[in-house]
């Protein structure tokens, strides 16, 4: 594994959560949960050099815009309290945990979140977390490598983070044919270092 981190790094666990990582969750990802001992490697090397790890977790309430039941396209997922919401047990957590979509939003990025039905965004508070820490540079890393992942990568960059995904480190939903490798290609578009699968 190759050294990434050092002072101004910072690494994000995007949604490695019940519903999402494991087999039996209401959206599962494929291969979620094969990913965390190297998801659980990486925190440990990030926390050896003094980088900060932050994590995020949908919070959902029960009824929400999001959902397919309230015309959204996803089914229920990590609704608050739920244990689907729960990180998953097998995931070292040693770092500060943002919640998303607490309010019902939209939220597949760490640092905002979006109303379903204006698309007005919010931000989160990621963003002061990393800046009181100096961090100039992001290692995204979790589920789904298409959405949450993806629009993590895709802020931060936006914000003006350097931003690295390894791939070893993501699953993808990919609902439609080619939605992984069109992520990647948007990642890499957005000048997103964007780390082969080895």
């Given at each position: ?55 995020t977790q949908d919070w959902h309430p029960p009824t929400t815009p999001h959902f397919s039941t309230s015309g ?127």
């Amino acid at each position: 594994m190759t050294e990434r981190y050092r002072p101004g790094v910072a690494l994000l666990v995007i949604d490695i959560q019940n519903d999402f990582a494991a087999p039996e969750g209401s959206l599962y990802v494929p291969g979620g949960e094969e990913i965390i001992p190297a998801v659980n490697a990486e925190i440990e090397q990030a926390v050896a050099a003094g980088s900060p790890v932050v994590y995020t977790q949908d919070w959902h309430p029960p009824t929400t815009p999001h959902f397919s039941t309230s015309g959204g396209i996803w089914p229920p997922h990590c609704v608050r309290e739920s244990v689907g919401a729960r990180l998953h047990p097998m995931l070292r957590v040693d770092g500060t945990v943002v919640r998303k979509g607490t309010g019902g939003e939209n939220g597949y990025s760490g640092f905002t979140v979006r109303d379903p039905l204006t698309d007005a965004a919010q931000a989160t508070e990621l963003h002061r977390i990393l800046a009181t820490r100096d961090i100039t540079t992001i290692v995204v890393v979790g589920l789904a490598g298409d959405y949450c992942v993806k629009a993590t990568a895709l802020d931060g960059r936006a914000l003006g983070y350097q931003v690295v995904v390894p791939l070893a480190l993501t699953r993808f939903v990919t609902l439609q044919p080619g939605d992984d490798t069109r992520a990647i290609t948007d990642l890499r578009d957005a000048g997103v270092v964007v780390v082969p699968d080895q």
